[in-house]
């Protein structure tokens, strides 16, 4: 039996090298897509938020998919003192911010009523009224969408333990019966572990007393197991304010008395009787008088006259 030869030391120190060969080829794929998966995740990820400088502005629109801050350099408002027919609930608000800018206990606020009297402009006088008075405390306004609030603990939690003070408003603020997002409201009013920062105070409009509709609280009571129990879970978010304030709609006398204001302020030169006689018949035509066709029918006035609105 004829054997064959053993390799030679040649043939075996080459497999060996290819061997090894292989190997770092394989080891620098391994490396080279180990660095492009690391790369897409990092594209993928969320960018970094940028740090907060509640120095660039009074007033901030709270965008949570990128849990960022945006500064509002010139906030839509008119001065309080073009705000009639609400004396009473502004003084009620206007003392309630006074006492959170001072840093003593203040109520959360619902501003419910009727349309277009002054809810939403109310809140933005007050701040602006309150913040130059106390510009030592940094008051600040952060508005938030009605379909952000589920992250409202997101937020809180920004703005926990800032030595600034934070009015977060939600103008027209209203729930549809599947809506779930409420609870997060509710912990975040008067309830949860930690509950609502000592420096952060919230204000909300609607056009409804509890935050949702009529129909929807009576048909609780008739299709409910247990009516009672079904109606307090959703009324009682509207419980958790501190402080309600109702608008309802003006008189002749008081609507009038809006145009006054916004004519005598942007000095719109126009006599009385004519201006009475058009402002009544722009409110008829709307079918409502309000301080917001009040607005409107000035806004109309100044453009067919030339005048130009200037804040």
Excluded at 15 to 20: N, V
Excluded at 110 to 123: F, I
Excluded at 174 to 187: I, N, P, Q
Aim: aromatic share 6%.
């Amino acid at each position: 039996m004829v054997k064959s030869p053993p390799p030679s030391r040649k043939n075996a120190t080459k497999k060996t090298s290819g061997r090894g060969a292989d190997a770092r080829l394989a080891g620098n794929d391994n490396a080279a897509l180990l660095t492009r998966i690391a790369g897409a995740l990092e594209r993928l990820a969320p960018a970094a938020p940028a740090p907060l400088d509640f120095s660039a502005a009074e007033a901030f629109v709270w965008h949570p998919e990128g849990r960022k801050l945006a500064a509002v350099r010139r906030v839509n408002r008119v001065d309080m003192s073009l705000l009639k027919g609400i004396d009473r609930v502004r003084d009620l608000l206007v003392e309630n911010t006074e006492r959170f800018a001072r840093g003593l206990p203040a109520n959360n606020a619902l501003l419910w009523g009727a349309r277009g009297m002054g809810k939403s402009s109310l809140v933005k006088a007050a701040h602006a009224a309150i913040g130059a008075t106390h510009r030592a405390t940094g008051l600040k306004l952060i508005e938030i969408h009605r379909e952000d609030i589920e992250s409202l603990p997101e937020l809180m939690t920004l703005l926990r333990n800032r030595k600034e003070r934070f009015i977060v408003f939600c103008d027209d603020l209203s729930f549809d019966a599947e809506d779930t997002s409420y609870k997060s409201l509710k912990t975040m009013l008067e309830g949860g572990i930690e509950g609502r920062p000592e420096n952060v105070i919230f204000y909300a409009t609607s056009n409804r007393r509890h935050l949702m509709a009529r129909d929807m609280v009576e048909n609780e009571r008739a299709t409910a197991i247990n009516p009672g129990e079904a109606v307090e879970e959703k009324v009682s978010l509207s419980d958790r304010f501190g402080l309600w304030l109702g608008f309802h709609r003006c008189s002749q006398d008081e609507y009038l008395a809006m145009v006054d204001g916004y004519i005598a302020h942007y000095r719109v030169p126009i006599a009385g009787a004519e201006l009475r006689r058009e402002a009544l018949e722009w409110a008829t035509t709307r079918g409502a008088r309000s301080g917001r066709v009040a607005w409107q029918y000035v806004q109309d006035l100044a453009g067919r006259l030339g005048v130009k609105m200037g804040n």
